[in-house]
């Protein structure tokens, strides 16, 4: 062969070499963009959408509102360009102009808050339009353009003149902190409306011991409906919201919503004459779409249902399923929403009368946050799949001739060689179906043996499935099988099924468990019994907890933010008594089973290596529960380890800084290398 033959061949292998794809890292996750919140424009030619990067350097998330044409004539293009993120785009009803959620300083003394800036679509400066002192959490143009209806906070030391004398926290409410926000202060969600031209505003809604959220217009600009709880009892734990309605400048509210369960998402009918709203289903019920009248009764409203006005009728028939993301068709004839379905998430539409449920959309992926433009016929979207990140999708309102209109991600996957997931459904308890799902190791080869990991879903009222799970495939990557299921507790396969958790935490639901582990076993020989680990957070980790106390065939386990001693952990976390009814009774009325339940109780049985990660800013499992664990283990000679993440709360693994949330993977990385791969020389991620 000719030399300069031979030196082309070799420059080809050389470039082979360089674009070789590699599986996904832990690390992967600081490249990732993440796209949400897609709004589709009135006349459907454009959707604006969320796009979220990280900054490394500051070791926070960026996000900036990007636009994308529904019909791919033009490629995606940033709308906003500030150092300061940009969430929340929201269309004004003709289409000129777009509004959004930012934090962008003005003064030098002022506190930066998240205010509404609108944004000509001809181009231009942002205008800032609201000034409130607290900033805003969430928004809605008025029909007409002129107003928005904002929810902001207040309370007792917003009054002139206030000066705090203490720095220490009193409360007189038993419930008085949440996981993601921290300790409660005193102020509560209100509700002001916002002249766009002026910027004036009025508050139409007050009190300190209730929240006013979702705040939607009536049709023709003249009334509000929002969701509260105002038994008086919110700050002592209660659940029970309802829809209320208030005039647009203010005045005493109408309760629309008839349930003692909770009761949210307003929507009104285009006509104006009926409000949509998801809720008030009985104990062992999943929510149900209501419909309530909204027409002429008094004063323009129908009567307060406690006033003997009309009771609210389901607009679904046997919907046994969890809606979400509800929203009208133009004509008021059918109504949309999104919900969980056996491991997938899709939309769904109900025809109002005859209640009929028809699915708009299929197949094994996850579908979310839809928009839609009766106009145009359009609906845009947020889609992903186990071998994808979200991306913003389109399709006509029956769900056909659908088209992705971003790919964000695409330079990245060209480099990076992603694993697939297969469904594998199974008995479990009482001769139940159970979904399960194995993901098998990058580089799989025939007469190899692999290790596999088990990894459990929080909750329990949560579903896997066929979503993006960047954990997996960074295991996939590794050489590891994972695999998956969705127990007796999960959400997706109707209110029997969710509900069978109840007294039957590490009793059915771990039969359910270990019989796809069983199950998966005996038909996947390549899988190596002797090299088996666990892992989950949550619920996952309590049922990581349990059983490593149960049975000793896992090599390893890494348990996150995982519940040891239900009884110190009822009145430490943030829903004060937590577990009630899913074992009948609090620990008041059923200690000895709050303690059997416990896996501290069976703690002196745990062989298995184990790593424990923790927040410790974490109200939902606080941190002593990962504590006692670690030191019980200790006390009994197991090998184990323990990580606390400063500053995170029980979402590290989801929101955290991205350092920790990358470090989190590492860590669990690390771990299950050194005992199902025996490698001695595996370094922790210090």
């Known amino acids: 062969m000719p030399v300069t033959r031979r030196f082309c061949f070799f420059l080809l292998f050389l470039a082979t070499l360089c674009t070789a794809q590699r599986g996904i890292t832990a690390e992967d996750y600081l490249a990732f963009k993440f796209l949400s919140d897609p709004q589709i424009s009135p006349n459907g030619k454009v959707v604006a959408y969320v796009q979220t990067t990280i900054d490394t350097a500051q070791n926070r998330r960026v996000s900036s509102i990007w636009l994308a044409t529904t019909d791919g004539s033009k490629p995606p293009a940033p709308f906003t360009t500030s150092p300061q993120s940009a969430t929340s785009p929201r269309w004004s009803p003709d289409g000129d102009s777009l509004a959004f959620l930012s934090a962008r300083p003005t003064a030098a003394a002022e506190t930066p808050r998240s205010q509404v800036y609108v944004l000509s679509m001809k181009g231009g400066e942002a205008r800032r339009v609201t000034n409130l002192k607290n900033g805003v959490n969430s928004f809605q143009w008025s029909p007409d353009g002129s107003r928005l209806v904002c929810v902001s906070r207040t309370g007792p030391s917003d009054a002139p003149g206030y000066k705090a004398n203490s720095d220490v926290r009193h409360y007189t409410h038993r419930n008085y902190k949440f996981n993601d926000t921290g300790w409660f202060d005193d102020r509560r969600s209100h509700l002001w409306v916002v002249e766009i031209a002026t910027g004036d505003w009025q508050q139409i809604t007050s009190g300190d011991d209730w929240d006013d959220t979702d705040p939607q217009w009536s049709p023709d600009g003249a009334h509000i409906a929002f969701v509260s709880d105002r038994s008086g009892q919110m700050l002592e734990d209660s659940h029970n919201t309802d829809v209320w309605v208030i005039a647009r400048d203010g005045g005493a509210p109408t309760r629309i919503s008839d349930h003692d369960e909770p009761?949210?998402?307003?929507?009104?009918?285009?006509?104006?004459?009926?409000?949509?709203?998801?809720?008030?289903?009985?104990?062992?019920?999943?929510?149900?779409?209501?419909?309530?009248?909204?027409?002429?009764?008094?004063?323009?409203?129908?009567?307060?249902?406690?006033?003997?006005?009309?009771?609210?009728?389901?607009?679904?028939?046997?919907?046994?399923?969890?809606?979400?993301?509800?929203?009208?068709?133009?004509?008021?004839?059918?109504?949309?929403?999104?919900?969980?379905?056996?491991?997938?998430?899709?939309?769904?539409?109900?025809?109002?009368?005859?209640?009929?449920?028809?699915?708009?959309?299929?197949?094994?992926?996850?579908?979310?946050?839809?928009?839609?433009?009766?106009?145009?016929?359009?609906?845009?979207?947020?889609?992903?799949?186990?071998?994808?990140?979200?991306?913003?999708?389109?399709?006509?309102?029956?769900?056909?001739?659908?088209?992705?209109?971003?790919?964000?991600?695409?330079?990245?996957?060209?480099?990076?060689?992603?694993?697939?997931?297969?469904?594998?459904?199974?008995?479990?308890?009482?001769?139940?179906?159970?979904?399960?799902?194995?993901?098998?190791?990058?580089?799989?080869?025939?007469?190899?043996?692999?290790?596999?990991?088990?990894?459990?879903?929080?909750?329990?009222?949560?579903?896997?499935?066929?979503?993006?799970?960047?954990?997996?495939?960074?295991?996939?990557?590794?050489?590891?099988a994972v695999f998956y299921c969705n127990p007796r507790g999960s959400t997706g396969y109707g209110g029997k099924f969710q509900h069978g958790i109840q007294r039957n935490w590490g009793s059915k639901d771990y039969t359910d468990i270990m019989n796809g582990v069983e199950e998966v076993l005996r038909h996947n020989p390549w899988i190596d019994r002797t090299r088996l680990g666990v892992t989950g957070g949550s619920y996952g980790g309590f049922m990581t907890n349990w059983m490593v106390g149960h049975t000793t065939m896992f090599r390893a386990a890494v348990t996150l933010r995982g519940i040891s001693n239900f009884v110190s952990d009822e009145g430490t976390r943030d829903g004060a008594y937590g577990h009630k009814r899913d074992f009948g009774g609090d620990v008041f009325e059923n200690y000895d089973y709050y303690w059997s339940q416990s896996p501290l109780k069976y703690a002196k049985n745990v062989r298995t290596p184990t790593l424990i990660l923790h927040s410790d800013n974490d109200f939902r499992v606080p941190l002593e529960q990962g504590e006692q664990w670690f030191r019980a283990l200790r006390l009994y000679g197991v090998t184990s380890e323990i990580v606390i993440f400063p500053r995170e709360n029980h979402n590290l693994t989801r929101t955290g800084e991205p350092k920790h949330l990358v470090e989190s993977l590492q860590w669990q990385v690390y771990w299950f290398e050194r005992f199902l791969e025996g490698n001695a020389e595996a370094k922790p991620p210090l």
């Open 263 to 480: 009761d949210g998402s307003p929507r009104w009918s285009p006509d104006g004459k009926r409000i949509a709203f998801i809720g008030g289903a009985p104990e062992g019920e999943h929510p149900q779409i209501w419909l309530a009248p909204a027409g002429e009764s008094r004063g323009g409203l129908r009567l307060d249902v406690a006033a003997g006005g009309e009771k609210s009728v389901r607009a679904a028939k046997n919907l046994d399923m969890i809606p979400t993301d509800l929203s009208w068709s133009a004509d008021g004839s059918q109504l949309l929403f999104a919900t969980g379905l056996n491991g997938t998430y899709h939309l769904f539409r109900v025809a109002v009368g005859s209640g009929e449920v028809t699915q708009v959309t299929t197949g094994e992926r996850a579908v979310r946050s839809p928009s839609r433009c009766d106009r145009a016929a359009l609906i845009a979207y947020l889609v992903n799949d186990f071998r994808h990140l979200d991306d913003v999708f389109v399709a006509g309102l029956d769900g056909k001739n659908e088209r992705r209109i971003t790919d964000a991600n695409a330079a990245l996957w060209r480099d990076r060689e992603l694993a697939s997931v297969e469904r594998l459904p199974y008995k479990g308890a009482d001769n139940w179906d159970i979904d399960g799902f194995l993901v098998k190791p990058i580089g799989w080869t025939a007469g190899k043996k692999y290790p596999m990991i088990l990894s459990i879903h929080g909750g329990p009222a949560g579903m896997y499935g066929v979503d993006w799970f960047h954990e997996f495939q960074v295991y996939a990557a590794e050489g590891w």
